[in-house]
């Protein structure tokens, strides 16, 4: 035999072999070491491939080309069998797993907003629509913000109203109301006139009860500018009662004392579960407190970076799960923040 014949039938070998092995083939990993064996770096052809300098110049272009059709050959074997394996797989599938489509489908959960989120949403918007701004400030805050920028310098009696949790830092503390963010507006934006809102959670420590959680949300208005008088804070509130409550919602200021507001008034709308007759909601009373309010005390403009001889504004909070908690008629606020599904997809 010539060198030509001998590699010719050894080519044809490799090519017989390595096609009954691939018959062989049942699975995927198997397919992969046929491939390894037959295909890879040191497979028969591959061998030859690299043998190939040893053979006379004349015959390598006739051998490079029979090697070549026999790889071609076998890659062409492979990829048929891997198809074969996977539409076998495929069938097995279909055949072990039935799908029954006459089986009722799993409707899907719908979720919906917290009912404070709804209440926020609301008040959010009302505001929005006579001109005020979102502003949300930290919920950790300094004691500087939450007291002394507010009137209440260290020591002074009205913190024991706000008791609230410290941290590890000194001087660090969780906010007791979203007051402290009127002070970091009015240092954003001084000498600029504000119209603000600042919604956010707050906390205190308290004993927790059906009328006392130890967080809770508030909802802060702030305006500042030049000549804002008590008249347009009465004016804003009964606006937003109106909005919020109904057309014919009353509303009615009873003088009060906050340390960072001059003159003070606590907030209070006709009760809309009695219509101001008097019932267990407003405690007979057929009053709800919603807020409190007042003219921004001098000292409080002076650290917000406004001269008080020139500026004025008003500012007041509202507790937002309190109103929540009334305008549904929900008895215990703890409620609001347990998770139980079965309270919240009543809203
Ligand atoms: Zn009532």
Redesign the pocket.
């Known amino acids: 035999m010539t060198d030509k014949e001998t590699e010719m039938t050894k080519l044809a070998a490799i090519q017989t072999q390595g096609l009954a092995a691939l018959d062989e083939v049942s699975s995927t990993e198997a397919l992969e070491a046929w491939r390894v064996e037959n295909l890879g770096r040191s497979s028969p052809v591959m061998a030859v491939f690299s043998s190939m300098g040893k053979l006379d110049k004349e015959l390598r272009p006739v051998m490079g080309k029979a090697a070549n059709e026999v790889r071609q050959t076998l890659e062409a074997a492979l990829e048929g069998r891997r198809q074969k394996l996977e539409e076998e797989a495929l069938q097995k599938t279909l055949a072990t797993e039935k799908l029954d489509v006459t089986l009722p489908g799993r409707p899907m959960e719908r979720g919906r907003l917290h009912p404070l989120t709804q209440v926020l949403r609301r008040i959010i918007r009302i505001f929005g629509d006579m001109g005020y701004q979102v502003y949300y400030s930290p919920e950790v805050e300094t004691d500087d913000y939450n007291f002394t920028f507010l009137n209440m310098p260290p020591y002074h009696p009205a913190r024991d109203m706000w008791d609230t949790f410290y941290t590890t830092t000194e001087g660090v503390l969780l906010r007791t109301h979203t007051s402290p963010g009127q002070v970091r507006v009015m240092r954003e934006h001084a000498p600029e006139p504000i119209r603000a809102i600042l919604p956010g959670t707050t906390m205190r420590y308290e004993q927790i009860s059906a009328r006392s959680e130890i967080e809770f949300a508030q909802v802060e208005v702030l305006v500042v500018g030049e000549k804002v008088t008590f008249a347009e804070l009465k004016g804003t509130l009964d606006d937003f009662a109106h909005r919020m409550f109904g057309e014919h919602a009353r509303t009615r200021l009873r003088p009060s004392h906050f340390p960072f507001t001059e003159p003070s008034a606590e907030m209070d709308v006709g ?16 009053w ?1 407190e919603i807020g409190g309010c007042g003219m921004v005390h001098p000292v409080v403009l002076e650290y917000g970076g406004y001269d008080p001889e020139i500026y004025s504004g008003f500012a007041a909070g509202m507790g937002i799960d309190r109103s929540t908690l009334m305008r549904y008629r929900i008895d215990d606020i703890r409620h609001f923040r347990n998770n139980d599904i079965r309270f919240l997809r009543q809203f």
């Open positions: 009760c809309f579960v009695c219509g101001g007759e008097g019932c267990p909601v407003c405690k007979e009373t057929g709800l």
